[in-house]
């Protein structure tokens, strides 16, 4: 098994390119057979509500969702920090498959002893 992933992720559509080029990354990732988790934070926490994640960041730029679905269909996980979901009154009951709220302890139970790539956006 390739080793593991961690694409951390603070922008949402704030910022629409920067959200597509960690998508990239982490599809990129789970697709190549790595175990990949996005640990989305602040305002990225709102990327795990269905129907949020819709943009096209730029001219030639794959949509969103596309990447989204190809990151589920290659097993990719997310992990929502629960603060940052919460202070954004956002409800609980709507995440997007293959994500769930946990903060830096469940990430680093998640990487384990034999560690992880990371990258940060």
């Known amino acids: 098994m390739s080793g593991k992933a961690v694409v951390s992720l603070i922008t949402g559509l704030e910022d629409a390119e920067k959200v597509t080029v960690a998508f990239l990354v982490a599809v990129g990732a789970a697709e190549s057979g790595r175990p990949t988790l996005m640990f989305l934070t602040k305002e990225a926490a709102r990327l795990a509500v269905p129907g949020v994640a819709t943009a096209v960041a730029c001219e030639g730029c794959p949509p969103l ?8 269909a ?23 498959d293959g994500a769930e709220l946990g903060g830096t302890v469940p990430m680093w139970q998640w990487i384990g002893d034999e560690g992880a790539t990371t990258f940060s956006y």
């Open 65 to 72: 969702a596309d990447l989204m679905a190809r990151y589920a």
């Open 74 to 96: 290659a097993g990719g996980r997310y992990l929502v920090c629960p603060i940052c979901f919460d202070a954004r009154h956002l409800d609980k009951t709507r995440l997007i």
